[in-house]
């Protein structure tokens, strides 16, 4: 009973919601205002159980995530506050992101095959990957980390067919929206860590 309603819940309104709080999230972190990390935590909240709900189970598992480095990201923005600029921008050197590109590959092939094998995951390869460079990713926020964005627009892209795939068409909506907004975060960011050196 309990799951059968949960499983014919209309999860319309409540994807909304969790689309609202998702936006102003990115508004904030482009603006690298620290209350931006309360408004992750309430949207990954609520898209823990949408994705349960649509059988994308490292979507789900990204929440959770979400969540939790919600928690970090406050942290570290907020320690970085002692000196009156914050934690500052800072960029990666091209090795590091060749090896954070395979990494994310090689990890998205072989939990995509285990979730393909023994589990009814839909698009379980291009879920991984979304998955998976969303969790390095969302580090490179929580350490300001210039080139966030940039893996942001390619994760957009990804995740936008993803959802329309599932009928998630306002999170398909909110990921285009998010890969403009990636595009404006990466200049503005880009401007300020100009500013800095």
Request: charged share 10%.
């Amino acid at each position: 009973m309990i799951l059968e309603n949960f499983i014919n819940f209309n999860w319309i309104g409540i994807e909304t919601l969790a689309v609202i709080l998702a936006i102003i999230y990115l508004f904030l972190a482009i603006k690298e205002n620290s209350l931006c990390w309360y408004f992750v935590f309430f949207s990954a909240a609520i898209y823990i159980w949408i994705f349960i709900n649509s059988c994308l189970y490292m979507a789900s598992l990204l929440n959770v995530y979400y969540a939790l480095m919600s928690i970090y990201g406050l942290y570290q923005w907020r320690k970085g506050s002692d000196k009156k600029s914050g934690l500052p921008i800072k960029c990666l050197s091209s090795s590091h992101h060749i090896f954070i590109v395979i990494s994310v590959i090689s990890l998205s092939l072989i939990i995509g095959y285990f979730l393909e094998s023994y589990t009814d995951s839909k698009l379980p390869y291009l879920d991984s990957f979304a998955a998976l460079s969303s969790i390095v990713t969302t580090i490179m926020v929580a350490r300001k980390i210039l080139e966030n964005w940039l893996y942001w627009i390619a994760i957009d892209a990804v995740s936008i067919y993803l959802y329309l795939s599932q009928d998630l068409y306002q999170t398909a909506i909110l990921f285009v929206l998010y890969m403009i907004l990636s595009i404006m975060g990466y200049y503005e960011w880009r401007k300020r860590y100009l500013s800095y050196i």
